[in-house]
């Protein structure tokens, strides 16, 4: 069992949502670790050792033993430690929270990301319509809650880390309006608050690098059509 | 915690479905299966799950709990007087959630294109099949269960899929137990526990259900 005194890293990379959900649950822990970034063109010897399954970041290292998937981890840490809770203790309440963040990875990152890098333009129309119809369930679901968690952070809102900073991000770099305030004003109000969230805040990458990225990205895609 | 108001909206051919049901049979809990038709989606699987409107769908005292592997979870949390599906360890916690979630992302989709496809494609995803269950198999090693001694959740994420093996095999004219004779083995232990057998239905029901699908949709 990991003891909450043993060594704890994270393999991540800077432009990752899935990295920066794990940041926020160590922080709101005040889990001092040891962070490693990844150049995942040129993936390290320890991150396919630690996640042969996937190969992919973000991966914790607790003690010796790793472990994989971005919201695992983060329930991971949730039950090692427990100060701060980000999982509520109603078995109910739980079930909705692991449901909204799944939701989030399962309906909202893949939709809203092919809206942005999908060369062909029915492909992209098609996935913008599903974000959009992604979004709202969102828009329904947070109302007029400071966060999805209540008062305090919880599950999905670091789930929704995405929606609140590289949904913005990547809309811009295609001059296309997903999350607005005039959409989506409960959910935009959220967004605002929760990146301005002092936990959130020193968790998130400087803006700027991570644009710069992706705007490349962007540009490379369509240039080779 | 009172079993009296459990209601499960099901479509029986869903190894999603099974997982609830074996879950819920773990537990002992009793409980009113809804079947649905796919095809005509009932008003109160709509209003359960109007995101999804998927089954399966756990109702338990009014309240909608949905997706397969938390359902499970929620049925583990709620009722927690035998049968622990998940361990109390964190660590062993996380990776029972990490192969649920690769079982999730892998097995369904792999075993449909398998038996419902043909050709070139279906060459590809047979590979990818197998190559998914060796992965399962490797995990698995030489324990009893996923979990080690006792059946657990990876075992409840896995076995349903069993269920449609004989389908695929037929259809990708494959041997699973020539590929993977320990994950097969494993079925069997599982198969033997009543919990089990009583929430799949008979491999040759599912190789029916699977035969009118092909037809009706014009998949031959």
Redesign the interface.
């Known amino acids: 069992m990991g003891s909450s005194q043993e060594e704890v890293t994270l393999l991540g990379a800077s432009g990752s949502p899935f990295v920066c959900r794990v940041k926020i649950a160590l922080k709101l822990k005040d889990v001092e670790y040891k962070y490693v970034e990844e150049n995942l063109g040129n993936k390290s010897e320890q991150l396919l050792k630690y996640n042969p399954v996937h190969k992919k970041v973000p991966v914790l290292v607790h003690g010796e033993k790793p472990l994989a998937e971005s919201l695992v981890i983060v329930e991971y840490i949730d039950e090692t430690w427990n100060n701060n809770p980000i999982l509520p203790s109603d078995p109910y309440q739980r079930a909705l929270a692991r449901f909204w963040s799944k939701f989030i990875d399962d309906k909202i990152v893949g939709a809203s990301w092919k809206s942005v890098f999908t060369v062909d333009e029915k492909e992209r129309e098609k996935n913008v319509a599903e974000a959009y119809e992604s979004l709202q369930f969102l828009e329904n679901e947070i109302k007029e809650k400071k966060f999805f968690g209540g008062e305090e952070l919880g599950l999905v809102d670091i789930a929704a880390v995405y929606v609140a900073f590289w949904i913005p991000l990547i809309q811009e770099i295609a001059g296309l309006e997903l999350l607005t305030s005039e959409k989506f004003p409960n959910l935009y109000r959220w967004g605002q608050e929760f990146v301005n969230h002092p936990i959130v805040k020193e968790s998130l990458p400087p803006r700027d690098p991570v644009f710069g990225f992706f705007k490349g990205r962007y540009e490379g895609l369509f240039a080779s059509k | 915690m009172a079993d009296s108001n459990v209601v499960l909206l099901d479509f029986w051919p869903s190894s999603y479905g099974m997982r609830v049901k074996i879950a819920l049979a773990e537990k002992g809990i009793s409980y009113e299966c809804k079947q649905e038709d796919l095809e005509a989606k009932s008003s109160l699987l709509l209003e359960m799950n109007p995101?999804h409107k998927m089954i399966p769908v756990l109702i338990?005292n009014a309240?909608p709990?949905?997706?397969s592997l938390?359902?499970v979870?929620?049925i583990d949390?709620?009722w927690k007087h035998k049968s622990s599906l998940l361990p109390s360890?964190?660590?062993k916690?996380?990776?029972a959630?990490?192969w649920g979630?690769?079982i999730d992302k892998n097995v369904y989709n792999a075993v449909k294109r398998v038996w419902s496809g043909k050709g070139k494609e279906q060459e590809e995803w047979k590979k990818e099949l197998i190559e998914c269950l060796k992965?399962l198999e490797d995990e698995l090693g030489d324990k009893a269960y996923f979990g080690g001694e006792e059946f657990g959740y990876v075992d409840v994420a896995l076995v349903p899929f069993t269920s449609w093996f004989y389908t695929v095999e037929t259809f990708g004219k494959l041997s699973i137990e020539d590929e993977c004779p320990t994950l097969v083995a494993w079925a069997k232990r599982c198969m033997q526990k009543e919990t089990v057998a009583s929430s799949l239905p008979h491999p040759e029901q599912i190789y029916a259900f699977a035969l009118q699908y092909k037809h009706r949709h014009g998949l031959q």
């Open positions: 995101v338990h309240k709990i949905c997706e938390n359902i979870q929620y949390e709620a360890d964190p660590y916690r996380s990776q959630r990490f979630d690769y992965r």
